[in-house]
């Protein structure tokens, strides 16, 4: 093994791949124990299967390990076993597991196959097996020592992970954003709406005012006065404006109140009392502004928001083809190996 990475260390392999064998180990490393687990010994009941191939209790086992760490480091203190419970961390890791297994299973699909050559160049120049700028069969036998783990155990993990990051760059590369939904969307994200408010001292008046006007939909300000309501005009805001805005600490919004105010068109009447600081309110749509999506896609001023958008859609295709290959894969659980799952 040794020896065979010498032979190949001189060789480089791609920027990103380097790249991101070099963010497994920098940032990932410490969770090589729950990544690459204690080997030896009887194999564990399967907690799920995946087109035969099964997931151990080790296998969630680590994976589950791997998340706590990184929700501590988040949080930056050690969980409480409420906490743990709260954010279950069992059924993300088992889900992520499963994703995980049903991405590998499609390497031939994609034709991807990792070679040893290359996996052995790319461990040979990882940072956590460096010394003195080059490879270090001491580090690399002490870490394996340290991590109760053999080459081979390891060699396979990694090679795991490098196929299925493979596939996520061929199946997110092949979404492609155009224009027309990138104008749209930006659109809806920065419209504008401006509105009228007749508030109410009791719920009764308002429920009053608002059937008439939802049937007659006439006269709002005038109407509004003879049920003892007070008018209050709105002018122009972006949803953001408006949280930013007096009038939204004046009349305490609510995410309710927001999201009806953003999906109503302009002249329409919301069919709904909101419970406000002074009141009720009864809200009038007026207008409804979409800006014009100035200078195109790629400008300089929109270049950042645009390469954004294309990543959030491309995770969103990533994610939908995965759900849609797992819909697909014939994957089942085993309740009774789960049930003993505890990993606290």
């Known amino acids: 093994m040794l020896d065979f990475l010498r032979r190949f260390y001189a060789h480089t392999a791609g920027k990103i791949i380097t790249i991101l064998v070099g963010l497994l180990f920098i940032v990932g490393f410490s969770f090589l124990p729950y990544i690459m687990g204690a080997g030896g010994g009887v194999s564990p009941s399967d907690v799920a299967v995946v087109a035969g191939k099964g997931i151990s209790l080790n296998d969630l086992n680590r994976y589950y390990g791997k998340l706590e760490n990184e929700y501590e480091r988040l949080y930056g203190n050690k969980l409480t076993r409420k906490e743990l419970s709260t954010l279950n961390l069992t059924g993300s890791a088992l889900s992520s597991l499963i994703a995980d297994k049903v991405l590998e299973l499609k390497a031939p699909v ?11 160049r790319n461990i040979a120049s990882a940072p956590a097996f460096q010394k ?56 809806i994200k920065n419209k504008s709406v401006s509105f009228k408010i007749a508030v109410f001292k009791t719920k009764n008046k308002a429920n009053k005012f608002l059937k008439r006007e939802v049937l007659f939909n006439k006269d709002f300000s005038g109407i509004a006065k003879k049920y003892g309501g007070g008018i209050v005009a709105v002018p122009l805001f972006t949803e953001a404006g408006i949280i930013k805005s007096f009038y939204f600490k004046k009349y305490r919004f609510n995410i309710d109140m927001l999201k009806s105010i953003f999906s109503f068109g302009r002249n329409n009447v919301i069919n709904e009392v909101f419970p ?69």
């Open 110 to 120: 994609f034709g991807i196959e990792v070679s040893n050559g290359f996996i052995a």
């Open 132 to 187: 003195n700028g080059k490879f270090s069969g001491k580090l690399f036998k002490a870490d394996m020592l340290d991590n109760h783990m053999t080459p081979a155990a390891f060699e396979k993990n990694f090679k795991n992970e490098i196929t299925r990051e493979y596939i996520k760059r061929v199946v997110e590369e092949s979404f492609s954003v155009v224009d027309t939904q990138f104008i749209n969307d930006y659109k």
């Open 276 to 344: 406000v600081k002074s009141g009720y309110a009864v809200i009038k749509i007026l207008k409804v502004y979409f800006p014009r999506y100035v200078s195109g896609m790629l400008s300089k001023a929109n270049n950042k928001e645009s390469e954004m958008y294309a990543f959030q859609k491309e995770q969103e295709f990533l994610d939908y083809y995965v759900d849609y290959l797992e819909s697909k894969s014939n994957v089942k659980i085993n309740k009774n190996a789960l049930s003993s799952f505890h990993p606290y």
